[in-house]
């Protein structure tokens, strides 16, 4: 990597983000990380994790979904009073029994999904796009009436109309949502669809996009760093990838290749990455394999990434 | 599109079984044609006979450049071989280089150079190093992003102008330091580049663009026309197999466990149309969907699972058996199996 610096000027209008942005990183290890099959973190996992995540700088965790039972909300209770700086966020589906549940745990920041693809909206849940919209109001409503913040996500939206996201999103900000979430929920997009969705999407969405990216061709850490190369303000993690299927977007790929491709800063302290990975490896009972980028033992006996 | 892969000779450099190299060869070929680089020197210390002529068309020596090496790959019947080199900033191709493409020509191989620092250097650079060798007999000129500096918009751009301007077969080969290997293999597949170098699951001293991801890639997010794809995730796991790596579950497109379903949400919607939490269809790779019971299981799961096992259950059992297995998955910190399950409704139906 020394040795690269003569002909750095070279290329950089191809590497370099034009403007120098500081991206904000929302980790979901302790939801979609432990939603992969056989993971089950136990209350103390998830404190241990939270504390973890939150020395390394991350600016918001997504903490779990305390809809999903006694575990999940004892968990939640003792993540939400520890002292963290970064926000804490509860996942709920747009019911009144999630949003009461994060409630009830104490959670002041929610987030908020529902489907916004045809797709999602006919198979799925058997309603129409006006059914999801009047129950996305609802839900907010009920959120802020009990003074939170409020994020939302459109689920499978690589897959949705766009006109549909930008439908929601305007309706988010209305009602004083802070960010909107973009789920490639089946990873079906690629850096090229990624980069046109999000040079049209960016300057039309009123509210920070979220992007939140799915592995199933392997694209997730590509895919995230375009799409915040063309100008979305924040991306959703996981450490070491773990998350439904074949995982998300890892979060020590993704601010590698920031800090390291694209000088986007993300406020992330890269050089505790292994403990981190570690310990989330240690209480999903998996490993890290060898070939992955950045901690794997190849990668690290080699010193290929700069950590 | 041609795929030159990258495993065996990874496979060598770990120290693979002799006996298990040809297997791997024969593997390969199941899964396409392809064109296997190897390192010449690796392939002597394994005291290999000379190729054969099936294996000659198979495999491709790679050599760092001396005449020394170009009279090796020579003897032990290499045809096609691959020379790299890193040149130094502005100082061209060295003529060690340039005298060893002559050699090789002399010989009739088929020459490929490789700059494996191709991407620390400008367009019109890397013109310049391939017109210092345009008459040397050179078949194939490889580009190679050595030291992972590419992102894929960066690799479509510089393909693009390359495509253009080097009248031979452009190959493209990517490192993966950042995790961007596969992604910058199709910047350089949309450049219309027709040879990327590939290993299974990306392995590689440094990481390389994934096989089974790009050909997944071609067919469905591309719309290209690929090679048969139904025993993907079965002859990957062999090939690694051969050289001792194990493929981990969530490992995408060929992982054992990429079409596992646990959490409530996802094993409901796939119930009720797979599409919904699937990219593609299990038997697409050759793996098989599983609807795992642990911590994140709803309703939807369990019926589901007993329904299988010719049991409707009650809404009441459902919620029992449901706190159940989510106390035992959060205990054991995994998730049930079938049979703590059944034996959990036995117990139920006794009291």
New interface residues.
Partial sequence: ?E??S??DD??KG??VMKDKRSIRIVDTTLRDG?????????AQDKLNIATALDEVGVAFIEAGVPI??E?EQQAMRLIVSAPLHAQVIAWN?ALQEDILASVACGCSFLHISVPVSD??IQ??IHKSREWVMSRLKESIELAKSFGCTVSVGAE?ASRADMEFFLQVADQAAKMDAVHIRYAD????L????T?DIFTRLVPRCPLPIEVHMH?????A???T??AL?AGVALASTTISG?G????NA?ME??V??LH???EIDTGIDVRIFGNLSELVMK?S??SV???M??LGS??LE?K??AI | MIWVDQTVNEGLRIGMDKGKIEAMVELLQNIQEMVIDIRVTTWQQYSMPPLNRVQQKQLRGIINGTLEEVELAYTMGFRDVVLTCSPH?GEGLANQVKATLLAAQKREVNMALCIE?A????IE?VEGLWRDVSTMGVTTFIYSDG???L????T???LTSLVGRIPVDLEFHSH?????A???A??AM?AGVERIATAV???????HT?LE?VI??QK???GEKTVATENLSRYCTQILGAIG?EI?G????I?Q???????G??V??VL??P??????SPEEVGLQRKF?I???SGTASIQAKFRQWNVVLSAMDTQFLL?QV??L??T????VDDDILWKMYQLRMIH
């Avoid at chain 1, 432990?34 to 136990?42: D, K, L, M, R, T």
């Avoid at chain 1, 690629?190 to 669809?193: A, C, E, L, N, V």
């Avoid at chain 2, 991407?119 to 400008?122: I, L, P, R, V």
């Avoid at chain 2, 054991?332 to 998730?335: A, G, L, P, R």
Wanted: with cysteine; charged share 20%; net charge positive.
């Fill in positions: 990597m040795n690269v003569i002909k070279t290329l191809y590497m432990e939603q992969s099959p056989g993971i089950a973190f136990s999903m039972g575990e589906r797709l999602h198979q799925k499978d929920t089946v990873g079906c690629t850096p090229f669809t980069h592995n199933d061709f392997g694209l850490t590509a895919n760093v375009v190369d773990i439904e299927r074949a995982g890892g790929e993704v590698t290749a390291g491709r694209y209480a009972n998996r394999y060898p070939y980028p950045v190849v990668f080699n290929l990434t | 900033p620092n991407s620390n250097f400008s650079e030291n992972s500096r992102n894929p918009l960066s479509f751009k510089i993966n330091a950042y995790g961007l596969t992604a910058n199709v910047g949309e699951a990306g392995v590689g001293l440094q990481g994934a991801e997944m890639i469905r997010l591309l790596i981990p969530t490992k995408a497109i992982g466990d990429i079409f596992a379903h646990e959490s949400i996802h409901d919607g009720k149309n599409q919904l939490y699937e990219a593609f795992v642990g911590k994140h706190k989510r106390n998955a959060v054991q910190k995994k998730s």
